[in-house]
T-cell receptor
Framework: DQQVKQNSPSLSVQEGRISILNCDYTNSMFDYFLWYKKYPAEGPTFLISISSIKDKNEDGRFTVFLNKSAKHLSLHIVPSQPGDSAVYFCAASANTGNQFYFGTGTSLTVIP | KAGVTQTPRYLIKTRGQQVTLSCSPISGHRSVSWYQQTPGQGLQFLFEYFSETQRNKGNFPGRFSGRQFSNSRSEMNVSTLELGDSALYLC??????????????FGPGTRLTVT
């Protein structure tokens, strides 16, 4: 049973435009959410996180929004750059140590 | 600081065999987690070890086991391999400070192919 879902397997955007990656979850006990970025032949690298007490967290070009009532979070990348082309995973935790539930990933392509 | 290293990077095994994968965490990190990545399934949590003890366990059969040594290095073992075990196995380490949902640092993974 997939508790964290990324329903868009792929996304293409033009360089300089906004990229919006979406993630939905089903477990209301989740209280921490993270986004990871993965290049081919490398392990995922941490991008940004948000706790359930917030609804927005910003780090440079990356902003994560959390809508707890809808059990939905999104990652906004503005402006998008070709180097952002990668697979993005969202992950959630119920504050039980480091047990994370990952989505299936969204492959982002930024077109120059 | 050196990153998380995993050995071997690639492995081919036959159904019914067993396999052991190794992970060396970032120096000073005490928590090591293992994930299985398959197409369409994303990363599935296998287990987490902290101070040589399994702290969390995902929903995988008992054929999947692990251990952690006193230097925090970890091994994962899969016995009686099945075709469906073909996957990328990722190891991640984190400091283990007790803070909730610590950022994890991933290794490059071990690509296991079962024939």
């Amino acid at each position: 049973d997939q508790q964290v879902k990324q329903n868009s397997p792929s996304l293409s955007v033009q360089e300089g435009r906004i990229s919006i990656l979406n993630c939905d979850y089903t477990n209301s006990m989740f209280d921490y959410f993270l986004w990871y970025k993965k290049y081919p032949a490398e392990g995922p690298t941490f991008l940004i996180s948000i706790s359930s007490i917030k609804d927005k967290n910003e780090d440079g070009r990356f902003t994560v929004f959390l809508n707890k009532s809808a059990k939905h979070l999104s990652l906004h990348i503005v402006p998008s750059q070709p180097g952002d082309s990668a697979v993005y995973f969202c992950a959630a935790s119920a504050n039980t140590g480091n047990q994370f539930y990952f989505g299936t990933g969204t492959s982002l392509t930024v077109i120059p | 600081k050196a990153g998380v290293t995993q050995t071997p990077r690639y492995l081919i095994k036959t159904r019914g065999q067993q396999v052991t994968l190794s992970c060396s965490p970032i120096s000073g990190h005490r928590s090591v987690s293992w994930y299985q990545q398959t197409p369409g399934q994303g990363l599935q949590f296998l287990f987490e070890y902290f101070s040589e003890t399994q702290r969390n366990k995902g929903n995988f059969p008992g054929r999947f086991s692990g251990r952690q040594f006193s230097n925090s290095r970890s091994e994962m073992n899969v016995s009686t391999l099945e075709l469906g075990d073909s996957a990328l196995y990722l190891c991640a380490s984190s400091p283990g400070t007790g803070a909730p949902a610590e950022e994890q640092y991933f290794g490059p993974g071990t690509r296991l192919t079962v024939t």
